[in-house]
């Protein structure tokens, strides 16, 4: 089975990511072109554009209490494009980018399993 294949295992589901980056734990509920975040109370909603197997963008749609105006604004304006790097049984490794931004994250999504 090849990382193609592999991928496409994560395009559904619900994941968390313990962020030390964020210093939050992030419950992620996604499907095809879909994402909700939800961490300490607050929920963020994306739209997902796969732009081929290990690769899609997220786009900000909003967030519901604790939203700041700033960051509203700033996530409307700029995509995050996020990169499988490596993938396991429950767990894949990816590389986030802010557009326009140079510094990149790598980060670890795991398979949600309460």
């Known amino acids: ?68 105006g700033t960051i509203d604004k700033y996530l409307q304006s700029h995509y995050l494009r996020t990169k499988i790097l490596q993938t396991e049984k429950d767990s894949y490794i990816f590389e986030l980018a802010v557009q326009g931004v140079e510094t990149k994250a790598i980060d670890t999504m795991k398979v949600y399993a309460p």
Not at 2 to 12: A, V
Not at 47 to 57: H, L
Request: aromatic residues 8%.
């Open 1 to 68: 089975m090849g990382q193609t294949n592999d991928c496409q295992r994560f395009k559904n589901g619900k994941f968390i990511l313990r962020s030390e980056l964020l210093h939050s734990t992030i419950i992620v509920d996604r499907n095809d072109s879909m994402q909700v975040e939800s961490t300490n109370g607050d929920t963020a909603a994306w739209s997902v554009r796969w732009i081929n197997d290990c690769e899609y963008e997220l786009r900000y749609l909003g967030m519901t209490i604790n939203s700041h």
